[in-house]
Each structure stands twice: as C-alpha cells, then as structure tokens.
C-alpha cells in the first residue's frame, strides 16, 4: 500500500509539474505579450511624433502656399485692374474657393454689362491675344469707359453692341478714340427705302 500512495503522489506530482508547465508557457506567452505590447506602444509614441512634425510641416507649407497664393492674387488683381475704366478688382483664394469682386461687390453680384467689361480685364490679364466683348447689356456711357480705358491696350478688341458710346454726362456722339474703328451694321436710310 505504500507502494500505491508513493505511486499515486509521484502521479500527483507529475500532474503539478504538467500544470506548473502549461502556467508555465502561458507566463512565457505572457510576457511575450507583454514585450510586443511595449514595442506597439513604442511605435504609436514614434507615429504620433511623426504625424505632429508632419502636421507643423503642412501647416508651414500651407503658410507658404498662402503667401504664395496671395501674391498671384494681388499681381492679378492690378493686371485686371488695368483693363478696367474705374475701381479696383479682388481675387482671394482660400482652401478651394475663388473670390471675385470688382469695387467691393462680388463677381456674381456684378450686372451684365459689369461682368462683361470684367470678364474682358480678366482675359486681358490672362494675356489674351483678342478680346470680345459681348456688350449688348453695356449702356452707352460703359461703351465710352471701355473705348478709353482700352486705346491702348495691344489686344485686338472686338466689342459688338447696338449703342454708341456716350460720355460720362451723356453726351451723344462721344468722340471714339482714333485707335478705334466703328462698324455701323444698321442698314443705312437707301437701304431701308429700297425694301
């Protein structure tokens, strides 16, 4: 019996010694766990720096970038300028959206006739090489603007109309600018006569 109780406690004890082996390589496992643990946290901590350096990076891009920007716009805004016959034009620029505006009112804001000299300035700027001005919303007085403001401009201009410019107090028979040449389509008097 002795033999039987020293069997049954060597088999106890090899029982525990399996069990203190499986505790065993779960604690191993564990602290393999817990290593790759450190070395994740390790490259988050590196990741995170990486991403703030990369965020003051963009933004001191995006500081030049605005600058840059910015100087493109006031260039385009006096070249525009130039081809308008008063006020000043605006172009900003921000994420994804361009602002227009031509003394303080913005581009979707401007009349027919406006958006047409407008559009013309802007291509003069642009360096278009002919410029068409569409201007058969343009009053007589914004003809006789734009005939003077554009003389001599080295464009070939082309602005079609069915008014003749005036000057600023409505004066008719505005004298056109000798760089100018009027094209009268209207029929003349025979014409009409022989119909």
Known sequence: MD???IQDQINGFEENLRLLRLDEKAFVTAQGIEIEERKIRLAIIE??????????????????????VSESCSALSGKVGEGLPYGTALFKIESSKVFMSWNKAPYEGLFGSEKQIFDGALMHALGADILIYEAAESNFQRIGELLVTLKDSPEQILACTWAMPVDKHGHE?????EEWTVINLRPSESTEKKR
């Not at 995170?48 to 891009?61: F, H, R, S, V």
């Open 173 to 177: 028979n505005y004298p056109v600018p």
């Open 3 to 5: 033999i039987e109780l």
């Open 47 to 68: 990741k995170q720096t990486l991403l703030a350096q990369n965020k003051e990076d963009l933004e001191g891009l995006m500081t030049k970038r605005a600058d840059a």
